[in-house]
């Protein structure tokens, strides 16, 4: 199964914020083991490390950035915003509204073909009937 990520995903992850860590930490893990694939959007890097930044914490910024790397070495891609994605957000805005980066987002998944997306974004609900949007269960 192809799944992707939302940035909260990952900062719950990173930030170690139960129980979404943990839960988080076993979509990872699937990912690293083969058993699905992943995708997330250079929007939600961006994101993540914005928040690093802005508090000042390099250390977390670069311990992010060798996991993500050590993550697109099993299953798991980054996906850069292309003109096709860009058009699909913008298709989507159109209809569903909502803001750019959380349709870039939704627009890569889909891009990438992934079953599900993962989020705690209530917003994101919006998009249910273009692709699975799942809480951290």
């Known amino acids: 199964m192809k799944v992707a990520l939302d940035t909260n995903v990952l900062i719950y992850f990173f930030e ?3 129980p979404q860590a943990s839960k988080a930490e076993k979509i990872l893990a699937a990912i690293m083991k083969g ?5 997330v959007s250079t929007i ?3 994101e993540v490390l914005t928040g690093f930044y802005l508090a000042q914490d390099p250390a977390k910024a670069a311990k992010a950035k060798d ?3 050590d993550l697109t070495l099993n299953g798991f891609k980054i996906v ?8 699909l957000a913008a298709n989507l805005r159109a209809k569903r509204g909502g803001k750019l980066p959380d349709a870039l987002i939704v627009a890569t998944a889909l ?27």
């Open 16 to 18: 170690g914020i139960e």
């Open 80 to 87: 850069p915003v292309t003109f096709e994605i860009a058009d």
């Open 44 to 46: 939600t890097i961006a």
């Open 67 to 69: 996991l993500l790397n």
């Open 111 to 137: 891009n990438q073909q992934a079953s599900i997306l993962y989020s705690q974004d209530k917003d994101l609900q919006r998009y249910n009937k273009d692709i699975k949007i799942s809480e951290l269960l």
């Open 35 to 39: 058993k699905d694939e992943g995708a």
